[in-house]
Each structure stands twice: as C-alpha cells, then as structure tokens.
C-alpha cells in the first residue's frame, strides 16, 4: 500500500517567534475567581493559573464554568493521600468559599471545586472578549502570560531537489541518480515545461537500469562525489534541476498557503559537512572501520555496538553529516531557543543520534533540538490508481469535492467554484490527518474525509459558511449592543462556555505540539454552533433576541475562522 506524503508537505523550513505584546493579562471571569481563590488559600492568584480550567461541555445536563483541581494547590497530609482525604479538603475549602457578583454557584466533583459564573456576565463578558482580541483572542490569556518570547527554527517538508512530493525521500542517491542519468534520458524540452514530472520519470528509468548495471550505481556515486567537491560542471547541472524544482515547489506550497522567503535545504550544507567531519576528528570523534568509512562511537562502554556513520568509504557526507552542518549553521545564524525537526516516524533514531553527536560535540543546546514524528497514512488512491504525489493528492480532493458540491442540493451558485472546492478539498486532507496523534498511521478513505456530516473539514467550512450566510442575510440588524438576558438557552450556554475554554486548547497543543485538540475544539464548536443555529433562529425572532443570538453566531464563527487558519485551513463563505 503506498503512504501518502501529505504529513511531510506542508511547508518546508521556517523560523516562527513565540510571544506577544499588549497582552490582555487575564480574562475578567477567571480574574473574579482567582481572586476568590486567592483570599481563602493565600496564595498570589498566578499560582492559580494552571489549576484551574474550564470545564468541557456537556450534551446531557448544564455544567459548571471553571473547575479547581484541589490537589495541585492543597498539600494532601495523610501519609497514603487518600481520595477520601483530598475529597474532604475540597469540601472544606468549598465551604469556605461565598457567591459574590460573578460566582452565581460553587460545587464540588472528585477532587475539584466547581464554580458556575452569573450567566448575564458569562454572555457580556464572553462575547465582549472575542470581538476585542479578534484574531487573538485565546492567545490573550493569562495562560500565555506567563510564557517568555522564544525563537524557534522548524524544518518540515524537505522534498528532495528534482523529485516531486513523493512517498519517498531518497535525498542525496536521486540526485547521483539524476547527474548519471539525465544524459541518457533527459530532455531540455520536456525538463523546461513539466520539470518535476520529467525528472521523476528519467529517476524511475535510471533507477532501473541501475539495478542491471553496476556501472550505472558508480556513475551515480561519483557524480554525488564530484557534487560535494564542487566540481563546476555537476554543480551547474544540479543548480540547474534546483532551480526547476523550486519553481515547481513554489506553486504547490501556494496551493497549501504556504511561502518562504528563504529555500535552503540538506544539499545546502554538503560543503559545509566537510567543516564538521575536520571538527569530529579534531575532538578525537570519528573513528575508521575496516570498510574505510567513518564512524562516531554513541555506545556508553565505548565499544562501537552502536556507532552513527558520518563519512563514506569515498569521503563523501552523509544525510546525518548535512543534518551536523545545518543545526550548528542555523544555531549560529538565528540563535533560536528551540529547533524542531517534523519528519515520519521512521527516523526516530536518526534524530536520537543527531542530537546525541551535537552533545558529544560539546553543544548544550542539543538540548533543546525536538524530534516531531508523524505516522503514514496507507491506501490513499486516486481514481487513476495508487498516489505518489502530493499533487495528485490535492487534485484529487478538489475533483471529487467539486463533484459533492454539484450534487448536493443546497450548493449556492459560486463565483469560483473550483476556488472553493480547492479550499474545502484541503481543509477534509488537512482535519483528516490532524485527528490524531502525529505518530498514529491510519487508513485513508475519501469517502469518509469528505463526508459533509460527522467530524470533517468539510463539515467545518460548511458550518462556517452557514454562519458567515446568516451574518449576511441580518446584517442590517446587527448590533454590538446586546441584552445578553436573551442569552441565557441551554444552547446558547453550551456555546459561551465552549469559547471560554478556547485558550487552553491553544496552550495545550502548543506545549505538546499536538494538533489535534484544536481539531477537536473545532469539531465541537461547529456541532454546538450547528444545535443552536437550529433551535434559536434569528429570522422571525424579536429584534432584540435576534440581535443577541446574531452576535452568539459571530463570535462561533470568529473563533471558528480563527483555529481553522491556525490550522493551515482558509475559511470559505460559501459553498
């Protein structure tokens, strides 16, 4: 079964800053009870920040607003720290707590003391904080507060130069591969107006010709060797399938909403590999083996049973050479707190060893290198048979979703009907892949993605246009000025709460670099959204309470907007 590339090609290497001015330090409901807190635990209310959370919504019955887990601020005494112990400290510490303005009603749970927020205020203040923070809202929190700016270099993507986004990253051997065989099978003609393609298919012929003739393995190895040496004619050649390929590269990243400022990948640092293996030897690093090559002892006795090869018998670099030569030039280029490199899972002891040798150098920062490793997705097809390419992914999804939305009875007349089906085709890839754990491998169903009901992207983009329609049709009866009285529907309740809890998704997945619990924040939102744009109409309603649950509707759709381009998903307003 082939594996899809999707993962791997979504952008390629970037340099992100973490961190924000003019912070709105705290929401005012979680201020009223941090300060509640705070007075009977005598603790300052920072220390309350991470202890205290929203709490999920519930289909069956009303809930509470924000829970406090007793046992992160109350040191149990009892020697085995009993439940039932914890469990009368929270009563205790629920006693002692009073109602005020803001605090309508204080429970208990296992553990937790529960505080439901007076709901006129939860509505004003709620809806007041989404349309001032806008596209920030969430990351105004007090949750990111406390966070210091950070630089961060991510390597992703990485597509090898003259090879398409394809299931296999073959890096360095494509490229010997191509020097040998682009004489014997290359066309300037065809190589200028279908590049990747062209040069795929001289890949796949000189791949098989390679395997008849050993003469054809040396030829590709001493091109890839005259490359490292800077030999001007193979460099003109491979600078030329570079300038192809990032061409190429540059339209499908548009396609995804991607662009770069600067291109430089692992071929980048294949001169400068040679500057790290001058540096291993001198700090009495690399050691030889009877094969001729080069070795880096990662064994704890010394004694090779695990060891990282770093230099071919011929003296040429290797992939985690490269690998050496680019984190010490991007460490030194941008001085970034963190790096993070996102590849599949398959390289999970690669990175274990890039990072092990960095520390073996006598780089501290290695420490903080990070690995993201996602899993394959198996038996993706297209109707032309199995997928290779990423292009053919994405023509794919648009095809077949232009094809749903001909079908289907509510599609409106668009104005750019592929536009929209390209958008929403990627957004079902995009929440499909994003559902899980990174490193889950899953099994791909077009059927399933497109779905226009259940947990989709498709379902999202037509929840969001549904909003974004019902915004247009009332416009001339918008209002910011709300009785938020006409707020107070279960519904309506189940959705103010769910926006409360939006910046602590954002900081969860930003801690674990996990993205699916905005996935499933979204998912929920657009289900909520979706029960109560059913049962609170606004059409026919009286102008005031049809004024109150318009703006409810806005600010769904803000926040719904807001995650689905945190996402890499352009929200469409129609379909």
């Known amino acids: 079964m082939a594996a899809c590339p999707f993962r791997r090609s979504i952008a390629a290497q970037g340099v992100w800053s973490q961190g924000h001015s003019d912070m709105d330090f705290s929401p005012w409901l979680a201020r009223s009870v941090f300060r509640l807190l705070s007075r009977v635990l005598n603790l300052p209310p920072e220390n309350l920040i991470k202890s205290i959370s929203a709490l999920p919504v519930s289909k069956k019955r009303p809930v509470a607003d924000f829970q406090l887990f007793v046992g992160s601020v109350i040191e149990n005494k009892s020697s085995d720290r009993s439940k039932p112990d914890l469990q009368l400290q929270t009563q205790r510490l629920a006693e002692k707590l009073k109602c005020d303005t803001v605090v309508s009603e204080i429970s208990t749970g296992p553990g937790t003391v529960n505080f439901t927020?007076?709901?006129?205020?939860?509505?004003?203040?709620?809806?007041?904080?989404?349309?001032?923070?806008?596209?920030?809202?969430?990351?105004?929190?007090?949750?990111?507060?406390?966070?210091?700016?950070?630089?961060?270099?991510?390597?992703?993507?990485?597509?090898?130069?003259?090879?398409?986004?394809?299931?296999?990253?073959?890096?360095?051997?494509?490229?010997?591969?191509?020097?040998?065989?682009?004489?014997?099978?290359?066309?300037?003609?065809?190589?200028?107006?279908?590049?990747?393609?062209?040069?795929?298919?001289?890949?796949?012929?000189?791949?098989?010709?390679?395997?008849?003739?050993?003469?054809?393995?040396?030829?590709?190895?001493?091109?890839?060797?005259k490359l490292e040496a800077r030999d001007e004619q193979i460099l003109s050649m491979w600078q030329h399938f570079r300038d192809f390929s990032i061409e190429e590269y540059v339209r499908i990243y548009k396609r995804l909403g991607v662009h770069f400022d600067e291109y430089s990948g692992e071929s980048f640092y294949q001169e400068k590999s040679q500057e790290v293996l001058k540096m291993l030897d001198a700090k009495g690093l690399l050691q030889k083996t009877i094969k001729g090559t080069r070795v880096v002892d990662l064994s704890e006795k010394r004694d090779l049973s695990l060891c990282s090869t770093v230099m071919r018998s011929d003296g040429t670099s290797l992939y985690i050479t490269r690998d050496l030569a680019a984190a010490i030039d991007r460490m030194m280029k941008y001085n970034c707190d963190t790096m993070i490199y996102v590849t599949d899972k398959s390289q999970n002891a690669h990175f274990e060893q890039l990072f092990q040798i960095l520390k073996l150098m006598g780089y501290q920062w290695a420490e903080r290198c990070q690995h993201v490793s996602f899993g394959l997705v198996q038996g993706m097809k297209t109707r032309k048979g199995e997928?290779?390419?990423?292009?053919?992914?994405?023509?794919?999804?648009?095809?077949?979703?232009?094809?749903?939305?001909?079908?289907?009875?509510?599609?409106?007349?668009?104005?750019?009907?592929?536009?929209?089906?390209?958008?929403?085709?990627?957004?079902?890839?995009?929440?499909?892949?994003?559902?899980?754990?990174?490193?889950?491998?899953?099994?791909?169903?077009?059927?399933?993605?497109?779905?226009?009901?259940?947990?989709?992207?498709?379902?999202?983009?037509?929840?969001?246009?549904?909003?974004?329609?019902?915004?247009?049709?009332?416009?001339?009866?918008?209002?910011?000025?709300?009785?938020?009285?006409?707020?107070?529907?279960?519904?309506?309740?189940?959705?103010?709460?769910?926006?409360?809890?939006?910046?602590?998704?954002?900081?969860?997945?930003?801690?674990?670099?996990?993205?699916?619990?905005?996935?499933?924040?979204?998912?929920?939102?657009?289900?909520?959204?979706a029960v109560a744009h059913k049962t609170l109409p606004v059409k026919g309603s009286a102008p005031e309470q049809a004024q109150a649950r318009l703006r409810l509707f806005q600010a769904a759709r803000s926040v719904l907007a807001n995650g689905m381009k945190l996402l890499g998903i352009t929200p469409v307003s129609q379909m």
């Not at 990351?139 to 003259?162: C, D, G, H, Q, Y």
């Not at 390209?422 to 995009?430: D, H, R, V, W």
């Not at 707020?487 to 993205?515: G, M, R």
Request: charged share 25%; with cysteine; glycine share 4%.
């Open 117 to 225: 927020i007076n709901r006129e205020l939860l509505a004003k203040t709620v809806l007041q904080q989404v349309f001032k923070d806008g596209s920030e809202y969430g990351i105004k929190s007090e949750l990111f507060s406390t966070l210091p700016r950070r630089k961060i270099v991510i390597e992703f993507s990485s597509p090898n130069i003259a090879k398409k986004f394809h299931v296999g990253h073959l890096r360095s051997t494509i490229i010997g591969l191509l020097g040998a065989g682009f004489e014997q099978f290359g066309n300037e003609d065809e190589l200028k107006s279908n590049p990747l393609q062209h040069l795929f298919e001289v890949y796949v012929q000189v791949n098989k010709a390679a395997a008849e003739d050993e003469n054809i393995r040396k030829l590709a190895q001493d091109f890839f060797r």
């Open 387 to 529: 997928v290779v390419f990423l292009e053919d992914v994405l023509n794919e999804a648009r095809s077949r979703m232009l094809q749903n939305m001909a079908a289907a009875k509510t599609t409106k007349e668009l104005e750019n009907p592929l536009e929209t089906a390209e958008k929403i085709g990627l957004a079902a890839l995009i929440i499909q892949d994003f559902k899980g754990l990174l490193s889950s491998d899953y099994q791909f169903s077009w059927d399933r993605v497109l779905q226009s009901r259940g947990d989709t992207g498709v379902f999202l983009q037509y929840t969001h246009a549904r909003l974004h329609s019902l915004e247009q049709i009332c416009r001339d009866g918008q209002s910011t000025d709300i009785n938020t009285a006409c707020l107070q529907d279960p519904q309506a309740i189940s959705v103010l709460q769910h926006l409360l809890s939006y910046d602590e998704v954002l900081y969860k997945s930003s801690e674990d670099l996990q993205p699916k619990h905005i996935v499933s924040y979204l998912l929920t939102l657009s289900h909520l959204a």
